[in-house]
């Protein structure tokens, strides 16, 4: 096909930024990286620090990151209402939380008073999930793809105003358990309590999920329908029935990632899900959307850029106050990430497939 | 299908706006009023030229029709993590109010509310939804010092005028402030005065030398932790690290560790509850923190503070307004307040708003001119004049005279230690055992 001359000189432009972009961004992380680690600044205690506090953040945004990628693998769709299921299995746990702390039994018994809050939480956000999935999405199954995401932003502005509606606009302080206050000590280095008990819990959720999704019955119908649902239908499976299993996996994980949330920042309101929900959707597709371990690897790079980043990368090279890039960081990875590999660093190259 | 789809987005829809609304129940009871209120403009216009009275005012006048309320808006924050300051301030209006028994020269006082959510962009759309409301006769408002560089050019231009009780960032009231800010005044002090008496506090009596700030990126949090720097610099002492956050950040411990590395003895943070929650409840995970001695100022000066931070807000110093400082009746007030809604004060102004609305009324009084059949007419710019003039007034917070700049405030700042992290237990003005409780000056 021929192009005429304006048309080619506009795409190399277009190239030539892009590829400046890159340059500069490259440029920004190699020089930032030398000199802060030249500069010395920080031991390399803190150094742990910053990896241990970007993994346990970044483990809580590979569980939301799970419920993301699992709807759009099997229904191609951005459930955006994901951020208050999370939000929804934060406040479960809360009620609970507060119960169980209230009768004694959190401090008699923390490890169970953690699973019975996480249970319930999950239970919430599960509830919730399959509420959402059968009121506002499975009507618009067949509808332009369209469709669906711009009710799906209708059921999270409805879930926040509910929640607003019936909690009130404040933060509600979850209760502090004693059992996770403190440091462990690893090797000379403290980690606190609850950033390991986090980290582990989301391991553990995760690889449950995996095991689901690869090993069962209902994982093999679940990555049929995700390859073509009318195939798989035609092989005896009911596929209503897989999505709505979809949604309520995604929303369990959502659900014990929003008690873990609240456990660690020890607060939740009705907007809560809001930025970590984001965030997830950034980590999904970092990951490369539609892959289970994509959203897990995806989580925790986002994690832990954000919370390595802004000393590594731009304290050293003169720029003030960089915590308040720290969402600009995230964002530009994503942006670097999706021009060097279009499909997430674990996505598989988009198929063909109408 | 599609009337199907159509039927479900919209139940959706009214859902969570009804919900939205039932959403603040205490905004929502005051704004209910305001229908009418906005039906009336109409009204007025056709009065007027059957009136005597002349509006030979620069920027125009409001008319009252008789049987018609006297209406005054109050904005500010009432959503959100920081609700409490705007509350506080709204409950300081109301009583005065019922201190006037709801009337005005016979008309009803009608008081409607805008949320303007703590930040710029709010501001800028409540400013524009009340500039756009003809009946409104003043202001008072807002809460952050955001809302107001976002709304009040909007306001001003409008022909309003409005008094906040709790912005304190500097620049509002400087004498170059702009034309723009001809129709904003203040109660509150300025973070001048602020800033230096916390300098003066880690100094002088914590004998601290290395300080380190941290803001959220608001324009009162930026400029008070700036003023403190200075201050503290001046007084002998060094800053050892100046960092900020995104008001929306939760995970505190990365930027807390950047600020560990430079090992300050104290810290200051004078941000929002949100952010302000978040440090507290974090700051003693973090090696190198563990004894360092914290402080913030007004904006978290609430048992809010105390939910977010949790343990670790016991031995924290805020810096406010010195209750005890106050030369007007106090006391008076706080039995009314509590009378009206029970339990304690829910931050630190709500003296302010009172004092405020009161200045507002007396301006009133002296520029409102009443007709043979009961019609109250106000020149907009001579009730801003007379605002301005306001001198020696017997308010609650002090003797207030208003500045050609806006400044009305009497700033007398103490700092607080809180004692007790349990929120229930926040009291301020218990006579015996306040929480938190004033240690200096």
């Known amino acids: 096909m021929r192009t005429s001359f304006g048309e080619r000189l506009l795409d190399l432009a277009v190239n030539g930024f892009l590829w400046g972009f890159r340059i500069l961004i490259v440029v920004i992380v190699v020089l930032g990286t030398f000199l802060t680690i030249r500069a010395g600044k920080y031991t390399s205690e803190q150094w742990i620090d910053f990896v241990v506090f970007g993994i346990s953040q970044g483990s809580i945004y590979a569980l939301i990151a799970l419920g993301y990628t699992m709807v759009y693998g099997i229904l191609r769709m951005i459930n955006f209402a994901h951020g208050e299921i999370f939000m929804s299995g934060a406040f479960g746990g809360y009620f609970i939380a507060t119960w169980l702390t209230g009768i004694g039994f959190m401090d008699k018994y923390p490890v169970f008073g953690l699973i019975i809050s996480m249970m319930f939480g999950m239970l919430v956000s599960t509830l919730i999930a399959l509420l959402v999935e059968r009121i506002a999405y499975r009507p618009l199954r067949g509808a332009p793809r369209l469709v669906p995401l711009i009710s799906a932003i209708g059921a999270s502005f409805f879930l926040q105003y509910t929640f607003r509606g019936f909690f009130g606009p404040g933060v509600y302080a979850y209760p502090s358990m004693k059992a996770l206050d403190g440091e462990w000590i690893f090797f000379g280095i403290g980690i606190l309590k609850v950033q390991i008990v986090v980290t582990i819990a989301a391991v553990v959720m995760m690889s449950i999920l995996y095991s689901i999704v690869m090993f069962t019955k209902i994982g093999k119908a679940m990555r049929a329908v995700s390859e073509n649902k009318d195939v798989a239908a035609l092989m005896g499976i009911d596929v209503n029935r897989i999505i709505v299993t979809t949604f309520a996996l995604g929303a369990a994980m959502a659900g014990a990632a929003g008690v873990l949330y609240a456990l660690t920042y020890r607060q939740v309101n009705f907007f809560t899900g809001f930025t970590p929900g984001i965030k997830a959707f950034t980590a999904a597709v970092l990951g490369g959307i539609g892959n289970i371990p994509g959203a897990m690897v995806g989580g925790l790079v986002l994690g832990i850029v954000e919370s390595v980043g802004p000393a590594l990368f731009l304290d050293s090279i003169g720029i003030p106050r960089p915590y308040q890039l720290k969402d600009a960081i995230a964002y530009i990875m994503l942006v670097m990430i999706l021009l060097f590999r279009p499909s997430g660093i674990l996505g598989e190259r988009v198929s063909k497939k109408a | ?441």
């Open chain 2, 1 to 441: 299908m599609n009337k199907r789809l159509f039927a479900l987005l919209s139940v959706l829809v009214l859902a969570s706006m009804m919900l939205a609304a039932c959403g603040a129940p205490a905004p929502a009871a005051t704004e209910a009023p305001a229908a009418p209120a906005a039906t009336e403009a109409p009204v007025v216009a056709t009065e007027a030229p059957v009136a005597a009275f002349q509006c030979t005012d620069a920027i125009g006048c409001v008319d009252i029709a008789p049987g018609e309320p006297v209406h005054i808006a109050y904005w500010g924050v009432l959503s959100g993590p920081d609700s409490s300051l705007g509350e506080d301030s709204k409950r300081g209006v109301e009583i005065a109010i019922d201190d006037m028994g709801g009337k005005f020269q016979g008309h009803d006082i009608l008081l409607t509310t805008e949320d303007a959510g703590c930040t710029p962009e709010g501001g800028a759309t409540a400013a524009t939804k009340l500039a756009t409301d003809t009946s409104i006769v003043g202001l008072i408002g807002s809460s952050c010092s955001d809302e107001t560089v976002g709304g009040i050019a909007t306001l001003t231009n409008a022909g309003l005028t409005t008094i906040s009780p709790s912005n304190t960032r500097p620049v509002l009231t400087s004498p170059d402030r702009g034309p723009d800010y001809a129709g904003y005044l203040r109660t509150a002090h300025s973070d001048a005065f602020q800033g230096k008496a916390v300098a003066e506090f880690a100094y002088n009596f914590l004998k601290v030398t290395k300080a380190a700030t941290l803001h959220d990126g608001s324009t009162y949090a930026q400029a008070l932790q700036q003023v403190f720097a200075d201050e503290f610099v001046k007084l002998g002492g060094t800053i050892v690290a100046q960092e900020a956050v995104a008001k929306d950040a939760t995970d505190m411990k990365p930027v807390l560790t950047t600020i560990a590395a430079a090992k300050p003895e104290f810290l200051y943070y004078p941000v929002f509850v949100a952010v302000g929650g978040y440090v507290t409840a974090q700051i003693r995970d973090v090696a190198g923190l563990e004894n360092v001695k914290i402080a913030g100022s007004d904006g978290i000066f609430t048992a809010d503070l105390l939910k977010g931070g949790g343990e670790n807000t016991k031995g924290m110093y805020l810096s406010s307004p010195d209750f005890s400082a106050f030369t007007g009746d106090y006391a008076g007030f706080i039995a009314k307040h509590t009378a009206k809604y029970g339990g304690t004060t829910l931050s630190t102004f709500h003296a302010h708003a009172y004092d405020a609305a009161n200045i507002l009324f007396a301006a009133l009084g002296k520029v409102a001119v009443a007709d043979a059949d009961g019609t109250l007419h106000v020149g907009r710019q001579a009730l801003r004049d007379a605002i301005y003039a306001t001198k020696d007034f017997k308010g609650i917070t002090g003797t207030l005279s208003c500045s050609p700049s806006g400044d009305c405030g009497a700033p007398v700042i103490a700092v607080y230690e809180i004692m007790n992290s349990d929120p229930a237990s926040w009291n301020p003005s218990d006579a015996t055992n306040p929480n938190p409780k004033k240690i200096f000056p």
